[in-house]
């Protein structure tokens, strides 16, 4: 037993050797290999930020959100790690003799400082990140003094060491560039930085001195208005889109910041659009002004885009290269020649990086409405370039495509949601799941089709019919009726009341209306198949926004409405076992008695709207099938453009990030139509004017 007993202590006690020294050996390891392995992982970083970071304007995939948020998150972590590992290392020196690894790990940390600065492709990760410019102003400054540190600690004046300067201003530059990107995007600064200048108009004081003057000469004095022509700017005719939309963009900027627009932009804008033949063309302005004010809060195009950025660019890439070529030079034999490689990939890295910045530059919308505007053989050489970088590397996926959003739009139905739950009966953990993953990972996208007659043509004609009309609420407005039907005219007004009070209600109840009226449909004419998807589409999309965005909705009990309304969805499905589908369920429910109004039964507790639904339906029967899908789509078209009126601006910017919205294009459309709030000066180009008689 002795025996046994020492020979289990003896065995473990080898064994805890081992393990001993196993970790001792890890811990070599890892201590030798720390540094290197920080400093190439944040390359890493950097690489996946440049090429993902402009692809996230027109993929709404979750999988580009997530993988682009941990790698904004990572990178300025893992390099300031680095950084203080770098101290540390430094510190824990013992003498002030020439040691190589030390001098070069210590050559490094400009890198770091240069990957701090961050890609131009995305400054900020979301519009809070502007806000907290201060914040990483007072990181990046402490970051900047540890390199300092590092640098001064290993300065044994060795050629390495002198290298180190022009990538420590390389580095300057990307921080400063970072922090004044972030500090001109922030809320506060854009606002200001649109702001007009401050406007007392007309003199009133001298003016009742004059009318006090002829009253007193004894003239009879009556003030009436003249139009002041000169304060109404005329836009001239554009080539194409790209100069529309940067006249355009300029105006309407201060929307982005909440601010009100002049009547001149008023005018301008709804008469330029007014004119424009399809929606296509009208749309295809909004996407480019929308891409500009992406560009402006989230990368630096901004920046880049000025004089002082370019040369910021030039002076960068010169330091990098010259670098490059320096260290390709000078005798190396003293370093390791991992370190060497190191060095190597880092240099090749940074010069890479800003090639591959320029290369996206040249290709944005900014570069091509500068080379329009440009008559020198320069231009021909930068257009050149850009045709051979984009064969080039546009084949093999390396380019960001010249998309300015996803062109589709998120889609959510009542019913398949009630349908799917039903296939998860009996288990709970099943169920719970599913409903977490529909809740925060199921994503059905359509696109947004271009077909003559199509969504946008619809959007555009209704909206400019509504621009026709004025001083009446912007609710009144889109769901104005200008035929000679009385009775139809009372239905929209009726509509647009309810809308306003509880919009949330109106969007389920015509939701499900939709589907029941869709499933009723046997054969129907091409025209009317394009109202029924139009109907579908936008269904589909402000549901999806009321389940998945609420915020960019007006505010309600949307989240509540939904879940009773699906509750007793469900219990209606799970009673008859033979519904496997949405066309059943909605064949069933469209039967249902509702001769008495379903709160006569059922109370308020509740707030489903399915058999509120069902009688809108049944109501629509009475309609001619094509004159039943004209109402149905124009009541979707105006309760889309009635929630992105309602939407605040700060949402709609948010949504920018994340592969954009259609309800963002309607917004802005709708605010160049004069279909907004922002318009708050209706009679600024009216002057008075004293006529004596």
């Not at 992982?41 to 709404?60: A, D, E, M, N, T």
């Not at 995007?185 to 854009?190: G, K, L, P």
């Not at 060497?340 to 290709?363: D, H, K, P």
């Not at 994503?443 to 909206?463: A, C, M, S, T, W």
């Amino acid at each position: 037993m002795l025996i046994i007993v020492l020979s289990t202590l003896i065995f473990q006690h080898q064994q805890m050797t081992l393990i001993g020294i196993s970790s001792e050996r890890i811990e070599t390891i890892w201590n030798r290999w720390e540094v290197r392995v920080l400093v190439l992982l944040s390359l890493f970083l950097q690489i996946v930020l440049i090429v993902l970071g402009k692809r996230r304007k027109y993929i709404p995939k979750n999988w580009i959100r997530i993988f682009l948020w941990v790698a904004y998150l990572s990178a300025d972590w893992i390099a300031t790690v680095s950084l203080g590992v770098l101290s540390r290392k430094e510190g824990a020196k013992k003498t002030q003799s020439y040691e190589p690894d030390y001098v070069i790990m210590a050559f490094w940390a400009p890198f770091l400082l240069v990957h701090l600065g961050g890609p131009d492709t995305i400054t900020a990760y979301s519009l809070e990140d502007n806000e907290l410019w201060p914040r990483r102003l007072v990181e990046l400054v402490v970051q900047l003094i540890v390199a300092l540190y590092v640098l001064s600690r290993s300065w044994v004046y060795t050629k390495v060491n002198f290298l180190a300067i022009p990538m420590l201003i390389a580095g300057i530059i990307k921080i400063g560039e970072r922090i004044w990107v972030l500090r001109t995007a922030s809320n506060d600064v854009f606002r200001d930085s649109m702001l007009p200048r401050p406007d007392p108009g007309p003199n009133y004081a001298k003016f009742m001195d004059g009318y006090d003057a002829k009253k007193a000469e004894g003239f009879k004095i009556s003030v009436g208005t003249i139009i002041d022509t000169s304060t109404v700017v005329r836009h001239d005719n554009f080539p194409d889109a790209l100069h529309e939309a940067s006249y355009f963009f300029r105006a309407f900027k201060p929307l982005f910041a909440d601010l009100i627009l002049s009547f001149q932009d008023r005018e301008n804008s709804r008469s330029f659009f007014q004119q424009k033949e399809t929606g296509e063309k009208a749309f295809e302005v909004i996407e480019i002004e929308l891409g500009f004010m992406y560009d402006l809060l989230l990368t630096k195009a901004g920046l880049i885009h000025s004089w002082l950025g370019s040369i910021c660019r030039f002076v960068s890439l010169l330091c990098t290269i010259s670098t490059l070529i320096a260290f390709l030079i000078i005798d190396r034999n003293d370093y390791s020649n991992i370190d060497t490689s190191v060095t190597f990939l880092l240099l090749f890295g940074a010069i890479v990086l800003e090639n591959y910045a320029v290369i996206v530059l040249l290709s944005s919308d900014w570069t091509e409405l500068w080379r329009s505007k440009q008559k020198k053989p320069l231009v021909d050489l930068i257009s050149k370039a850009n045709s051979c970088f984009q064969s080039c590397f546009g084949s093999c996926k390396l380019l960001p495509l010249n998309k300015r959003w996803s062109e589709s739009v998120g889609q959510y139905n009542l019913m398949s949601h009630c349908i799917k739950c039903k296939s998860f009966k009996g288990s709970r953990t099943k169920k719970y799941i599913d409903e977490k993953l529909e809740k925060y990972w199921y994503r059905n996208l359509e696109p947004v089709h271009d077909e003559d007659e199509g969504l946008k043509e619809k959007i555009f004609v209704q909206l400019k019919v509504a621009s026709s009309i004025s001083d009446i609420s912007v609710s009144e407005q889109l769901f104005a009726y200008t035929g000679n039907d009385d009775v139809t005219k009372e239905y929209f007004r009726n509509l647009a009341g309810s809308m306003e009070e509880n919009f949330d209600e109106t969007i389920l109840r015509w939701h499900i209306a939709t589907d029941l009226c869709h499933y009723s449909e046997k054969g129907n004419s091409q025209n009317v198949k394009n109202l029924i998807r139009i109907s579908k589409l936008l269904s589909n999309y402000l549901v999806f926004l009321l389940v998945m965005h609420p915020y960019m909705l007006p505010s309600g009990i949307g989240q509540i409405r939904f879940q009773d309304t699906c509750a007793e969805a469900i219990e209606i499905i799970e009673e008859r076992e033979y519904i496997s589908d949405e066309k059943k369920a909605c064949e069933v429910l469209f039967k249902v008695n509702t001769e008495i109004p379903p709160s006569q039964i059922k109370g308020d507790r509740s707030k489903s709207v399915l058999f509120d639904a069902c009688i809108v339906a049944q109501s629509l029967q009475f309609l001619e099938t094509q004159q039943k899908w004209e109402r149905i789509s124009e009541v979707w078209v105006g309760m889309l453009s009635y929630a992105a009126s309602q939407c605040s601006w700060n949402y709609h910017a948010r949504r920018l990030s994340q592969g954009g919205e259609l309800l963002t294009h309607v917004w802005l459309l709708m605010a160049h139509l004069g279909i907004t709030k922002h318009f708050q000066i209706s009679r600024g180009h009216e002057r008075a004017k004293l006529f004596l008689s």
